[in-house]
């Protein structure tokens, strides 16, 4: 099992394939064995390197009391990237994945060749925008974690809401990772993301990322609000904004040749 040890934490990664990297970054609670169809695809042209981030998955931490909000996970896409070498790297992240990999662009833009966001989870701020009491919101998903709410009927119809657009074994996958997530990964992860100055960080980071940007929405996505997307797609300086249409929040695992051809004409046009 390869392990890249950046001091404090040590992340587990795969491989597949030569040629162009490409980094996928994983959302929130999941490990990065949900990339894998894509990466099938992918691999006769592409470099493909998955990963869990610190505290998920086969990832380990080295020291208990080790940060494990936003920017931590942001600084080790820049840490695992230097580890192995890679330059020119695409980037394809995911959920709240979406956060770090942004935040990774801003800070270190030399690391990165493109940048595609993919069904970004944005906090909404106004009351009539949130999602009623008994149909949970990933922001209100962690409370129910830390809180001990999450009894088994409720984690299951948590967790089914979420996943249900997933084809199996990647719905079993998924939420088994969501299951055995450590509790104070997720709620810093999560809290770190959330409030209007995170926001409108998060929003600011775009309008200074000099790499060209191509977000990636599915028609049918609750958890990645349309008016978001497009409110980013005004941000960028260059790029493109692509939706799937009848997809839900994974269009990795329900669209895959699909939403794999997306990514490579889109990196093709960047040669």
């Known amino acids: 099992m390869p392990l890249s040890d950046l001091g404090s934490v040590r992340l587990h990664y795969q491989i597949l394939g030569k040629g162009r990297p490409i980094v996928f970054v994983n959302g929130w609670t999941s490990s990065?064995?949900?990339?894998?169809?894509?990466?099938?695809?992918?691999?006769?042209?592409?470099?493909?390197?998955?990963?869990?981030?610190?505290?998920v998955g086969r990832s380990q931490?080295?020291?208990?009391?080790?940060?494990?909000?936003?920017?931590?996970h942001a600084e080790d896409l820049h840490q695992l990237i230097l580890n192995l070498g890679l330059e020119d790297v695409n980037v394809v992240a995911h959920g709240l994945g979406c956060w770090a990999a942004t935040l990774a662009a801003r800070r270190h833009p030399q690391d990165f060749a493109t940048l595609t966001i993919v069904s970004p989870e944005i906090e909404t701020l106004e009351e009539k925008d949130k999602e009623k009491p008994d149909m949970p919101s990933v922001w209100q998903q962690t409370s129910l974690i830390l809180k001990d709410l999450a009894s088994i009927p409720l984690l299951r119809n948590v967790v089914t809401r979420r996943y249900?657009?997933?084809?199996?074994?990647?719905?079993?996958?998924l939420c088994e990772d969501f299951a055995k997530t450590d509790r104070r990964v997720a709620y810093h992860m999560l809290a770190s993301c959330m409030g209007k100055e995170n926001r409108e960080r998060f929003f600011k980071a775009f309008a200074e990322i000099p790499l060209p940007i191509m977000l990636v929405r599915g028609s049918e996505d609750k958890l990645a609000p349309?008016?978001?997307?497009?409110?980013?797609?005004?941000?960028?300086?260059?790029?493109?904004?692509?939706?799937?249409?009848?997809?839900?929040?994974?269009?990795?695992?329900?669209?895959?040749?699909?939403?794999?051809k997306l990514l490579s004409d889109f990196f093709d046009k960047q040669k």
């Not at 931490?61 to 931590?72: A, L, Q, R």
């Not at 249900?164 to 996958?173: D, F, K, M, V």
């Not at 497009?230 to 939403?259: D, N, Q, V």
Request: with cysteine; glycine share 6%.
């Open 32 to 55: 990065c064995q949900y990339w894998m169809p894509v990466a099938e695809l992918l691999k006769s042209k592409y470099l493909c390197l998955l990963y869990d981030y610190r505290g």
């Open 226 to 260: 349309e008016t978001d997307v497009r409110e980013i797609y005004t941000l960028i300086k260059s790029g493109c904004l692509a939706t799937i249409r009848g997809c839900g929040h994974l269009p990795m695992l329900e669209f895959t040749k699909e939403f794999s």
């Open 164 to 173: 249900n657009s997933a084809p199996e074994p990647y719905r079993t996958l």
């Open 61 to 72: 931490i080295v020291e208990t009391d080790v940060g494990v909000d936003i920017d931590e």
